[in-house]
Every structure is written in structure tokens, then in C-alpha cells.
């Protein structure tokens, strides 16, 4: 008991990198989603098979794969570029960026399944009706497109970011200092492994379930008005 | 990249391929054995039964299987009374731990997709069946159960490609899985793409095969139901 007091601050304290770390990988997601849905949305076909080529990437290949091929591969392309260009030196890679740019990437894939799935379910007359107002292009997207897509995009939304959550524990394995890795640092000094990762796992737990209380109160406030819009 | 190293150590990766699939397959079967009960407790809402079969489902899907698995091979370990039962030679034991730990990860997320497909099944067919006579068990077992597995195959194969995802985990409690296999060769020959390349490209095509084995089976037990809705649309 008196090791718990002790190393929990420890513990706790990877809790900010767990927390910094999704909510960055959660940017980069929507910032890959967007690309991923606009290259599957495209008019172009290859752009067309670009874009699925992404998304089928990303289901083929586990997580860790990639994160260990990004953070290890990547370093050295970079300095193999730098010593053939001369631009730069001996770079290293850092273990937030490698692990927040994989977990981006990977869950970029799932936003863009994400999107395209809320953008298919508008109904066609939205779009109609927004070119019948003389909305074009960019105008459309940003007053029409968009303020609807949230409500669509909410539920499945929600799911990606309860994995992308858990996902973040594979930065444990690149070396970055999480809750799973200060939890088996306390747990290999005070030899009470079971104790910290308990811990670790109820700090999951915690988590988990804040994210599906604030993302419900967002889904209602979203939906607030389904009933009469959809009643008229 | 020196394709001959990969080739050299064909063996390295085979083993890891074979390790990586039993492991998935026990896991799959062992976690949708006890999915099953999982599933319809929570369905059929049986006191107390019905309640821990939530709370267990809801901690072991809000948690990472990193975890999981860490707190059953390196957590375990810290108490004499586990060190010194039966079960030690097992539980000392990477593969079974990281077997384990898949398989009571999975049946929380396959009994979530059963439970589901139970709850979507019309009160018709529950009526139908006790005016047939047929007790509560007997109604589960022969009308219940066979209509939600079929109706979960969509949903099911997601998890069984989330479970090769989650399988790496296993590499890292030491078990030379396909994964296991690469970080063997990059660490043996200081190289990084050869081991973690040639895992990438395993494991989409495992994720291949397995995606067209489910289109397959989609078609052959799944039948039933679109074709209802293809012959509605014929006759129209």
C-alpha cells in the first residue's frame, strides 16, 4: 500500500501524454480522414483508387507493425535522405511524433470510412436545394455539408476515438513514457507488477467512460432537433 | 532492402505464421464458446448473471489488450499463490498467457455482436416458438442462437480481423509470432525493413484471405435473407 502512494504520482503523470497524445492523434485522424474522404469522393479515378488503397492498407496491417516500421524505418529514411541531400544531420525522430503521426495515420483510415458514410447518408436534395440557392463549391460544403454531417458522423465518430484511446498504449512499446510504461517502471521497482497495472487499467477504464459521457452530451445536443426537423 | 535475408530465414517467418494463426484461431474459438453465455444473459436480462456479464464486457472492451495481456503474464507473477499453484506452469508461460488474454478479450467483443443480434431478433419468433411448445432453453437453442450467429457473420468478421491486429501483442511478451518473427530478424541482422516489411505484407495477406473466406460464407448462410429481398425487388 505504501508503494502505491508512493509511485502512483508517477503512474498519474503518464496520464498527460496518454491524454496529449490521443487528443493530437485525434487531430492528424480528422486531418487524414478529410484527405482520405475527398481522395474516395473524388471525380478522378485514380485519385478514387488512392484513397482505397489507404483504407485497405490500414485494415491489412496491425497497429504495431506500423507504428514500429514508422518510428524505426523513419528515422533512418530521414537521415539516408539528409546525408543524400546534405540538407540535414543526424535527426531523431521523436516517440510523441512517431506515435501520434502512426495513430493518426491509422485511424485517418477509419475517419475517412467515417465521413464518406455521413456524407452518402445527406440526402440528395440537400445538395440540390443548396445549387438551387446559387451555393457553389466551397459555400455548399461549409453551410450546408458540414453543419449536418456532425450529427451523422457523431456515432461512429465516437467509436474511433474509445480505439483510438486504447491504441495510444502501444507507445509503451516505442519507449514514450504513458501510464503503461511508468506502470511497469513502478511495477519492476517495487516488484508489485499486478498492483500498477491494475491501476493503469482502471485509469483505461476512467477514460473510456468520460469520453462516452461528454460524447453523448454532444450527440444530444446535436440531435436536439431530429424529432421536428424530421416531423415536418 | 535484402530480399535474401527474408528468404534465408524463411523458416523464422513460417513459424510465426503458424504461431499467429493457432493463436487467433483458439482465441476465436475459445472466446466465442464463452461469448455464448455472455451473450444471453445479457439478452434475456438474467439477474445478477445478466449484470456481471456487462460490467465484464464494458471493462474489457474500455481497456487496451496491451494491458490485458501484460497484467496476466508479468502481473500474475507477483503473487506466491499463483507461483506456487497448478496452474503455474501455464501461466508462466508466454504463449498461454498471451492465449488467454485474447480469448477473454474476444469473447467480451463477440458476446457484445451476439447480444445485438439477439436483441434484433422480432418478439414474433419468440412467441412463435412457445406456441410451438418449445421450452426457454429449448427456444435459445434451436430457434434463438442459429438465427443471431448467421445474422452476426457481417459484424463477426470485423472481429476476427481485429483479433490478427491484436495479436502482435503476443511479440511483445516475448512470443515469436509473425511480428515476433520480424523484430527477430531486424534485431539478429541490425537491419529494420526487412522484419517489420515482410510482417506488414503477411499480415494483409492473412487479412486478405480471411476477408474473402467471410464474403463466401456471407453468401452461403446469408442467403436467406437477401434473397427474400432480391425476389421482393423481381417481382416488382
Known amino acids: ?232 | 532492402m535484402d530480399l535474401s535475408l527474408v528468404a534465408d530465414n524463411w523458416t523464422l517467418f513460417a513459424e510465426g505464421v503458424w504461431t499467429t494463426l493457432w493463436l487467433v484461431t483458439l482465441s476465436l474459438i475459445l472466446g466465442g464458446l464463452m461469448a455464448i453465455p455472455l451473450a444471453v444473459v445479457q439478452a434475456f436480462r438474467v439477474p445478477v448473471l445478466g449484470q456481471l456479464a456487462a460490467g465484464y464486457s464494458y471493462a474489457i472492451r474500455g481497456t487496451p489488450v496491451l494491458i490485458q495481456v501484460y497484467l496476466l503474464y508479468y502481473g500474475l507473477a507477483q503473487f506466491e499463490a499463483v507461483r506456487t499453484s497448478v496452474f503455474w506452469p501455464l501461466l508462466r508461460d508466454a504463449q498461454t498467457c498471451a492465449l488467454i488474454g485474447f480469448a477473454l478479450n474476444s469473447a467480451a467483443y463477440t458476446g457484445e455482436i451476439l447480444r445485438g443480434a439477439i436483441a434484433a431478433i422480432p418478439r414474433g419468433l419468440h412467441e412463435a416458438a412457445a406456441a410451438l411448445g418449445l421450452s426457454r432453453w429449448m427456444a435459445i437453442r434451436l430457434v434463438v442462437l442459429p438465427l443471431a450467429i448467421r445474422r452476426s457473420l457481417p459484424a463477426y468478421s470485423n472481429e476476427v480481423i481485429f483479433m490478427i491486429h491484436a495479436s502482435v501483442i503476443a511479440s511483445t511478451i516475448t512470443v515469436v509470432d509473425i511480428l515476433g518473427a520480424g523484430r527477430q530478424l531486424n534485431s539478429t541482422y541490425y537491419v529494420v525493413y526487412e522484419g517489420f516489411l515482410t510482417a506488414a505484407v503477411l499480415y494483409m495477406a492473412l487479412v486478405l484471405l480471411v476477408t474473402l473466406a467471410f464474403r463466401m460464407l456471407e453468401i452461403r448462410f446469408l442467403d436467406a435473407f437477401t434473397a427474400g429481398a432480391q425476389r421482393e425487388k423481381a417481382a416488382t
Do not use: C
Not at chain 1, 504513458?178 to 519492476?188: E, F, L, S, W
Open chain 1, 1 to 232: 500500500m505504501d508503494d502505491l502512494i508512493e509511485f502512483a504520482p508517477l503512474v498519474l503523470s503518464g496520464l498527460w501524454v496518454t491524454v496529449s497524445l490521443s487528443l493530437t492523434s485525434l487531430g492528424l485522424a480528422v486531418l487524414f480522414g478529410f484527405a482520405g474522404v475527398s481522395l474516395k469522393l473524388s471525380k478522378a479515378r485514380w485519385l478514387r483508387a488512392l484513397g482505397t488503397g489507404y483504407t485497405t492498407l490500414i485494415r491489412g496491417i496491425p497497429d504495431l507493425v506500423l507504428m514500429l516500421l514508422f518510428y524505426f524505418g523513419g528515422q533512418i529514411a530521414l537521415n539516408q535522405i539528409g546525408q543524400m541531400t546534405g540538407l540535414w544531420d543526424f535527426v531523431e525522430i521523436n516517440q510523441f511524433v512517431a506515435g501520434s503521426l502512426t495513430i493518426g495515420f491509422i485511424f485517418g483510415a477509419y475517419m475517412t470510412e467515417t465521413f464518406r458514410g455521413a456524407y452518402l447518408a445527406l440526402p440528395n436534395g440537400q445538395l440540390d436545394a443548396a445549387r438551387a440557392l446559387g451555393l457553389r463549391g466551397i459555400l455548399t460544403l461549409r453551410l450546408v455539408v458540414l453543419p449536418q454531417l456532425v450529427p451523422l458522423a457523431l456515432p461512429s465518430f465516437t467509436n474511433n476515438w474509445l480505439v483510438l484511446l486504447k491504441t495510444t498504449a502501444l507507445v509503451s512499446i516505442i519507449g514514450l513514457q504513458d501510464i503503461v510504461y511508468n506502470a511497469n517502471q513502478a511495477g519492476r521497482s517495487t516488484q508489485q507488477p499486478f498492483i500498477f497495472l491494475f491501476l493503469a487499467f482502471f485509469v483505461y477504464l476512467g477514460l473510456t467512460f468520460l469520453s462516452q459521457l461528454l460524447l453523448n452530451w454532444l450527440r444530444r445536443r446535436y440531435t436536439r432537433h431530429e424529432g421536428l426537423a424530421h416531423g415536418s
